[in-house]
């Protein structure tokens, strides 16, 4: 079987670095890039956003982190 589309779903399943690192999405983005130039495909990302279960934590900032 050849996918066309790979999906990761949710995000923080896959990735466990920190988010507002540059080094740890680039060590997470690198081999997706290689998955896609290497096989074709493509891929989906899905990122839920936080739920928030305190004061400030439920901001249009933090849902959309």
Do not use: M, Q, W
């Not at 990735?15 to 290497?38: K, Q, Y």
């Amino acid at each position: 079987h050849k996918p066309a589309v790979i999906g990761f779903d949710p995000l923080y399943k896959f990735h466990t670095g920190d988010e507002s690192s540059v080094r740890d999405i680039t060590a997470f983005f690198d081999p997706l890039d290689t998955l896609i130039a290497d096989c074709g495909v493509a891929v989906l990302l899905v990122h839920h956003h936080g739920k928030g279960s305190g004061e400030g934590l439920t901001t249009p900032a933090h849902r959309n982190r």
